[in-house]
């Protein structure tokens, strides 16, 4: 079996968050989202909840001094010691690199990057369905959406370039039932 240290990657709407969950229960470790630790922070109206909030309900990445210190600050608690499962992190490059020294100080290890693989009509008809459902502010507005997925290209997709030589991507097809999905992703830790 494949380690457990995992990196759920995609673009916006590939459905990391749904399979995150259940990831976190098959392989019993921290489901850790960056998404949704700002959320939190937003909810609750904090300072970095403040900062955040700009960034996200623009569609774009929130600075990575507040995001890698978050992270940072996170994958040093106990409970990662047995495996972790990070969706939404890193997503450019330079929080890659910062990963690297994070897990290296930490003594851990980086087993998988998931890469859920979505064509950019699919995830522009998710968003847009995501939005009437869930009423997020990031999803709601055209130009926002556009922004998140030009933020995806340029940004976060390079990191796929910076794990293949570490030949750790697993890249799996992102278009099916959430069930088949799950199953694909499954497979890699048979
Ligand atoms: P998500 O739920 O993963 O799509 O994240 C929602 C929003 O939170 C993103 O559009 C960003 O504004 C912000 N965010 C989440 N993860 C990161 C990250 N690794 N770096 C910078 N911003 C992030």
């Known amino acids: 079996m494949s ?4 990196i759920l990657f995609g673009p916006p709407g590939a459905g990391k968050g749904t399979q995150a969950v259940r990831l976190r229960d098959l392989l019993d470790v921290p489901h850790i989202s960056t998404g949704d630790m700002f959320r939190y922070h937003i909810k609750n109206d904090t300072e970095l909840g403040r900062t955040a909030k700009e960034y996200s309900n623009a569609g774009k990445l929130v ?6 210190a978050m992270v940072k600050d996170r994958l040093s608690q106990a ?3 047995d495996g972790f499962l990070l969706d939404g992190f890193p997503r450019s490059v330079p929080q890659a690199e910062a990963l690297d020294t994070i897990t290296e100080e930490l003594d851990l290890k980086l087993d998988n990057v998931i890469n859920i693989g979505v064509s950019d009509d ?5 968003l847009a369905k995501r939005a009437s459902i869930e009423g997020r502010a990031d999803d709601a507005d055209p130009a ?3 922004n998140r997925i030009d933020t995806y290209k340029n940004q976060s997709e390079p990191c796929l370039k910076y794990y293949e030589p570490k030949g750790i991507v697993r890249t799996i097809d992102g278009i099916g039932s959430i069930e088949e999905i799950f199953d694909r992703i499954k497979k890699i830790f048979e």
């Open 63 to 68: 600075p990575d001094e507040v995001t890698i």
């Open 122 to 126: 699919e995830v522009r008809a998710r």
């Open 3 to 6: 380690g457990k240290n995992t």
């Open 144 to 146: 926002v959406i556009q």
């Open 79 to 81: 409970d990662v010691k």
